[in-house]
């Protein structure tokens, strides 16, 4: 399929709204909401580029999750807040959402109708896929903190 720029676009600004409604819900300042907003299209359009590119997501996910965290510790020091006021609200719309609920309807199927390698492989497959989405984007989130191995702000 071809990556045009009406789909990223779209992409990103569809990012933009659950970062900054998880930014609402975290109290950030006002004036740090379009921060958020411009950090999770910044990650999620990477991501969505990357992934359109042929690249795995788990491995756009932590490109995407390191570019925002440094990002973060960019406009924390030009403003001097705290990075997780940045970074936390942006990384949210790249929650593995898709894999985990798979997970469990696969999980749960089996409960109800016993075990089967299909669904035993459906379980397995999406939850090591989100188990692996959330570790990229905790380890993505953690990076400067790791290169820098002092405060960052």
């Known amino acids: 399929m071809d990556l045009n720029i009406v789909m990223v676009l779209q992409d990103m600004v569809l990012a933009a709204i659950p970062a900054v409604g998880f930014a609402l819900l975290f109290n950030v300042p006002k004036h740090s909401l379009g921060y958020c907003a411009m950090g999770g299209a910044i990650g999620h359009g990477l991501r969505f ?8 997501i788990e491995w756009a996910t932590l490109i995407a999750a390191t570019l925002v965290s440094f990002i973060g510790v960019y406009w924390a020091r030009r403003l001097l807040a705290h990075p997780k006021v940045f970074t936390v609200a942006a990384i949210i719309p790249m929650i593995p959402g898709k894999p985990a609920f798979t997970a469990m309807l ?16 459906t379980l397995t497959t999406n939850f090591l896929q989100m188990s692996f989405i959330v570790a990229a984007l905790a380890l993505g989130l953690a990076m400067p903190g790791l290169i820098y191995r002092k405060p960052i702000i």
């Open 49 to 56: 580029v990357l992934t359109h590119e042929g690249m795995r």
């Open 106 to 121: 696969a999980l749960f199927e089996i409960s109800r109708s016993g075990f089967s390698t299909d669904l035993q492989a």
